[in-house]
């Protein structure tokens, strides 16, 4: 973590004193109170970190919802920001003004976060893949991540991966009441958190199954079998109504704020923000006049209103040949997720036409494979499928980068399988009853890649990238695309250049 973490941060006030910002058409409300020497050092050192969407975070946390198209953005990760910018960094207001600590607050924030969201992915990769070398890997991957920037940055995108993948791996080990409220709390964080509603039900349709089949040749076991899926399917509604909540409630806000009976609200809002909702055409909460068009609609949800008015995003709206960079900039990441469940399918065609619902019957299969390939991983492949394929057809395709790297585990995961399946400086690692040896014929013909013992004392990255020039092409070309994509973010998002 040491090297993504000294890069990250000295990262934005290098790229800033070398490379002008550039003026970008994006949100930027003016600021408001002049600021002091320790505000202009702080935006000098961390102000690369509040660019694009980071403005919407910062904007929200310091006066709500103010403006309709900030609603976009969902509420847990700005509240979060305030309260630790007016608790923990209290003492700091004699010197910073507001908005300075709401930046420091979110930076240190986004640093917790990435490494409890690391700890997190190796947990769940120990379980899941039962594979702790494996886990390692993937997890020192995720700190490199090609999203790594907006792990840093005043997104939502690390608290939202902590949470997902914390919740995940507390379903795996049975804490299915826990992992409930993590997926509630990470749908208040990003839209997208309520697709992980489909582990829930997955989980439980999967434990319903096995039993049915166990009780499938005794009458007597019906009623009981009744009686399970009575409980499954309450248990079901109740967890998965958890997890919409947030976002439903959050939708009903906005009803009140922007449809509700006009007020002179225009009144308490500083006079450089009314003049910029003026010239840019953004709608105001509370104020006299039409009624935004979403408002009359039979399910009033201003969010998807937002993206489709604001962004244009819709089902091939950017299939424009303007946007072939784009596209470009989404191909690294589109590749390695479809090569992934390609990779699986072939692997496990069996557990993948019946959707992993079939009973294994260990005297004729033996003991399950660990490692990307082993059954427990399908619920995530698919997961992991269904995300790429909406987000390369239906919203701005450059942003698949982030949007995989900070919901799924299979990015991490399937990168991990091939460097350890494929690159032989990895099998020279002993398991947990050999040391180290130098490796044969014999390991690289294919026996010691499939080892899942201890992971190893160092870091196999930072091997591989001291070693660049022994590696195998594929793991030039993963660790490539990982380095790449986090320096690359570094230089041109902290800069106000496009980026993912």
């Not at 003492?91 to 997190?120: D, E, G, H, I, K």
């Not at 792990?151 to 914390?166: N, P």
């Not at 244009?312 to 191909?331: D, K, T």
């Not at 195998?472 to 490539?480: E, N, V």
Request: proline fraction near 6%; include cysteine; hydrophobic fraction near 50%.
């Amino acid at each position: 973590m040491s090297l993504s973490a000294s890069g990250i941060y000295t990262g934005p006030a290098l790229f800033n004193l070398l490379i002008p910002d550039h003026a970008a058409d994006a949100f930027c409300p003016p600021r408001l109170s002049e600021p002091g020497l320790w505000d202009l050092l702080l935006e000098r050192l961390l102000g690369g970190l509040s660019h694009w969407d980071a403005e919407h975070f910062l904007f929200i946390a310091e006066r709500g919802y103010l403006y309709e198209h900030n609603c976009a953005f969902f509420p847990l990760y700005p509240l979060s920001v305030r309260a630790v910018a007016e608790g923990a960094l209290w003492p700091l207001q004699r010197l910073l003004r507001l908005r300075s600590r709401l930046l420091l607050s979110a930076v240190l924030l986004n640093s917790l976060f990435s490494v409890l969201a690391a700890a997190a992915l190796y947990k769940l990769g120990c379980v899941v893949l039962q594979c702790r070398r494996v886990a390692f890997l993937a997890a020192v991957l995720f700190s490199i991540s090609p999203a790594n920037v907006f792990m840093a940055a005043a997104y939502s995108e690390s608290m939202f991966a902590f949470l997902a993948f914390s919740a995940m791996w507390q379903l795996e080990k049975g804490q299915s009441w826990l992992s409930g409220l993590l997926f509630s709390l990470a749908s208040g964080v990003r839209a997208n958190g309520l697709i992980n509603a489909g582990f829930f039900l997955y989980s439980r349709s999967k434990f319903f199954a096995f039993q049915l089949q166990v009780g499938s040749g005794s009458v007597r076991k019906l009623p009981l079998l009744g009686k399970q899926l009575l409980s499954m399917t309450s248990s079901a509604v109740l967890m998965c109504a958890g997890i919409f909540l947030p976002f439903a409630l959050f939708q009903y806000y906005a009803y009140v704020r922007f449809c509700g009976p006009g007020t002179s609200l225009e009144q308490a809002v500083p006079k450089p923000l009314l003049q910029l909702a003026l010239e840019k055409g953004y709608r105001l909460a509370a104020m006299n006049g039409a009624k935004p068009p979403w408002c009359s609609q039979r399910f009033p949800v201003v969010y998807s209103y937002i993206q489709d008015a604001y962004w244009n995003v819709g089902f091939l709206r950017y299939f424009e040949l303007r946007q072939i960079p784009n596209f470009l900039l989404a191909l690294p990441v589109t590749l390695l997720g479809s090569w992934a469940a390609w990779t699986y399918v072939i692997a496990n065609p069996r557990h993948c036409v019946t959707l992993g619902l079939e009973g294994r019957k260990s005297e004729e299969e033996g003991k399950p494979r660990a490692g990307f390939c082993c059954p427990a991983v399908f619920v995530y492949v698919v997961h992991a499928t269904a995300l790429l394929v909406f987000g390369f057809f239906c919203v701005h395709v450059q942003v698949l980068t982030r949007f995989l790297g900070s919901s799924s585990p299979i990015l991490y995961w399937f990168s991990a399988h091939l460097l350890q399946e494929y690159e032989p400086l990895l099998w020279s690692e002993g398991t947990d009853n050999q040391t180290a040896a130098p490796r044969s014929e014999k390991s690289l013909l294919g026996k010691s890649p499939g080892s899942c013992g201890k992971e190893t004392s160092g870091n196999p990255v930072v091997r591989l990238l001291l070693n660049c020039r022994l590696i195998t092409p594929l793991s030039k070309c993963i660790l490539g695309f990982f380095v790449s994509y986090w320096l690359l973010g570094l230089i041109l998002h902290c800069n106000f250049l496009p980026w993912t």
